[in-house]
């Protein structure tokens, strides 16, 4: 079935389509994780073939190549994503994993910022200031340095880790799950020691953004 990119007030209200997947000429058969650039300017979003974007008013479609899950920098002058890597295991035998890119938008340069190849499905988040994005794992999260590309990891043992900055960048939301006792919780940790506390036990819970009221 093909899926419309949308815009409403919040609410519901004034909704709009801005184009639907697979009927209208730009040649996306679905779209999913859209993304608003810090202007307004633009909507960037992934699908089977790739990421691409478009102004809010529906003109302006644009592919912006292979990758998944694109989320803007605060400045919106670039664009982290997901993309699928083929690489040798210490046995010599390829592999293949996911790992994360940095698209700058005014030359399209691309750059791979991680190299573990544990990224996992959820969209990655960039904090405030632009320095660090924080991106799921296949058994956590790790944030990474956007200048020198080191990587460290802030929570463990947990599936399904949807993570984001608190709007100072103070704090880390995320929803998870245990794969030991199978529950599902939304988390709040300081972004610094990392010790989290659970604020809710709502099932089936992924974020977003964390919006500052």
């Known amino acids: 079935m093909p899926t419309s990119l949308m815009v409403s007030a919040v609410g519901g209200a004034d909704q709009r389509t801005l184009f639907t997947a697979g009927a209208d000429e730009v040649g996306f058969t679905s779209l999913e994780f859209p993304d608003w650039a810090p202007d307004g300017q633009h909507i960037v979003f992934d699908s089977t073939q790739g990421m691409g974007w478009v102004k809010p008013d529906g003109t302006g479609f644009e592919s912006l190549g292979p990758g998944l899950r694109p989320t803007f920098s605060p400045d919106g002058t670039q664009i982290a994503f997901h993309q699928s890597v083929e690489y040798l295991d210490d046995f010599g035998n390829t592999e293949y994993g996911t790992d994360l890119f940095v698209m700058n938008l005014a030359t ?62 103070s704090q880390i939301a995320y929803s998870a799950s245990d794969p030991g006792t199978g529950q599902h919780g939304l988390y709040v940790a300081d972004a610094d020691d990392h010790n989290a506390r659970m604020i809710s036990d709502l099932p089936g819970t992924e974020l977003t953004e964390w919006i500052e009221n």
């Open 108 to 169: 399209r340069q691309v750059r791979q910022l991680t190299t573990d190849h544990r990224v996992w499905n959820a969209p990655a988040d960039w904090s405030p200031d632009g320095r660090h994005i924080i991106y799921p794992t296949d058994s956590g999260a790790s944030v990474v340095d956007t200048t020198t590309g080191d990587s460290t990891p802030v929570i463990s043992g947990l599936m399904g880790v949807s993570p984001v900055y608190s709007p100072d960048g």
